[in-house]
């Protein structure tokens, strides 16, 4: 699976994450302006170290910034640990973004967090982050299970009979053939404690935007690939998922070496 071919939106993010830099960096000029006078008058030292906490602020943002942008290209590689400092700063950035994207582009609010999870599953997919399959979790939502069926799997997924009425048999069937943990989950605050005992090392989370958006928050610095579900019948009720895309994702991120030997 090739990035720049599977996450096509993460540009858009991308480009307004650096009108949001060019704000919050206009804004802080500003304000470094106007205090100077004022603060000036109180202690020149203490002017000068405004001035120069503000510039370092100012620098901390662009070179956040420039290694998403760096890392999104490819150009050269990115230790793990600044690129998950990275991922935060895009969570960070969201409120800004979406202001400015609603009032240049008229961007609505599920179209940039489509495009910030195209962002991050596009950073998660540069190859930086490998993974042996076992501490790999397939993270999803109960509204994948068909909703007549008795045999329900938020507690237990080996409930699943694999009936091929809905799609968590063929999740599961991902799951025993590479040895994945999976949970299914009816919420966020389940889907976070779940989280907290499975201790994963990366997720692959499926859910619509709203809740991969904020997952993909809640859960850092553990890197996330999400994987959007369909909507055929309204949200959250028999919700369907890409199946193809949920084994992409695990191939993307498994140790092969590691998965090799084990089997």
Same mark, same amino acid.
């Given at each position: 699976?090739?990035?720049?071919?599977?996450?096509?939106?993460?540009?858009?993010?991308?480009?307004? @994450?650096?009108?949001?830099?060019?704000?919050?960096?206009?804004?802080?000029?500003?304000?470094?302006?106007?205090?100077?006078?004022?603060? +000036?008058?109180?202690?020149?030292?203490?002017?000068?170290? @405004?001035?120069?906490?503000? =510039?370092?602020?100012?620098?901390?943002?662009?070179?956040?910034?420039?290694?998403?942008?760096?890392?999104?290209?490819?150009?050269?590689?990115? %230790?793990?640990?600044?690129?998950?400092?990275?991922?935060?700063?895009?969570?960070?950035?969201?409120?800004?973004?979406?202001?400015? =994207?609603?009032?240049?582009?008229?961007?609505?609010?599920? +179209?940039?967090?489509?495009?910030?999870?195209?962002?991050?599953? %596009?950073?998660?997919?540069?190859?930086?982050?490998?993974?042996?399959?076992?501490?790999?979790?397939?993270?999803?939502?109960?509204?994948?299970?068909?909703?007549?069926?008795? %045999?329900?799997?938020?507690?237990?997924?080996?409930?699943?009979?694999?009936?091929?009425?809905?799609?968590?048999?063929?999740?599961?069937?991902?799951?025993?053939?590479? =040895?994945?943990?999976?949970?299914?989950?009816?919420?966020?605050?389940?889907?976070?404690?779940?989280?907290?005992?499975?201790?994963?090392?990366?997720?692959?989370?499926?859910?619509?935007?709203?809740?991969?958006? @904020?997952?993909?928050?809640?859960?850092?610095?553990?890197?996330?690939? =999400?994987?959007?579900?369909?909507?055929?019948?309204?949200?959250?009720?028999?919700?369907?998922?890409?199946?193809?895309?949920?084994?992409?994702?695990?191939?993307?991120?498994?140790?092969?070496?590691?998965?090799?030997?084990?089997?």
């Amino acid at each position: 699976m090739k990035c720049n071919e599977s996450y096509k939106t993460y540009p858009l993010y991308l480009k307004l @994450s650096a009108l949001s830099c060019m704000v919050i960096t206009l804004i802080m000029s500003f304000t470094m302006y106007i205090v100077w006078p004022g603060l +000036e008058q109180i202690s020149y030292t203490l002017a000068l170290v @405004s001035e120069i906490i503000g =510039g370092i602020i100012i620098l901390i943002v662009w070179f956040l910034w420039f290694l998403l942008a760096i890392a999104s290209a490819g150009a050269t590689y990115i %230790h793990p640990i600044l690129l998950r400092i990275a991922n935060r700063f895009i969570y960070l950035l969201f409120p800004v973004s979406l202001g400015l =994207g609603r009032v240049f582009i008229g961007i609505k609010k599920d +179209e940039l967090r489509q495009s910030m999870i195209d962002l991050i599953n %596009h950073l998660v997919g540069m190859k930086l982050y490998k993974v042996c399959p076992e501490r790999i979790l397939l993270l999803t939502p109960h509204c994948l299970q068909e909703n007549t069926c008795i %045999h329900k799997v938020t507690h237990d997924v080996y409930n699943c009979k694999q009936c091929g009425r809905c799609q968590v048999g063929g999740l599961l069937g991902i799951a025993k053939e590479y =040895g994945c943990q999976f949970i299914v989950v009816t919420g966020g605050t389940l889907a976070r404690m779940k989280v907290k005992e499975a201790k994963p090392k990366a997720i692959i989370a499926i859910a619509c935007e709203r809740d991969l958006a @904020s997952g993909m928050a809640d859960v850092f610095p553990i890197p996330v690939i =999400g994987v959007l579900n369909q909507r055929p019948n309204g949200p959250c009720c028999n919700t369907t998922v890409d199946i193809k895309k949920v084994r992409e994702a695990v191939e993307l991120l498994i140790d092969k070496d590691t998965y090799e030997r084990n089997c």
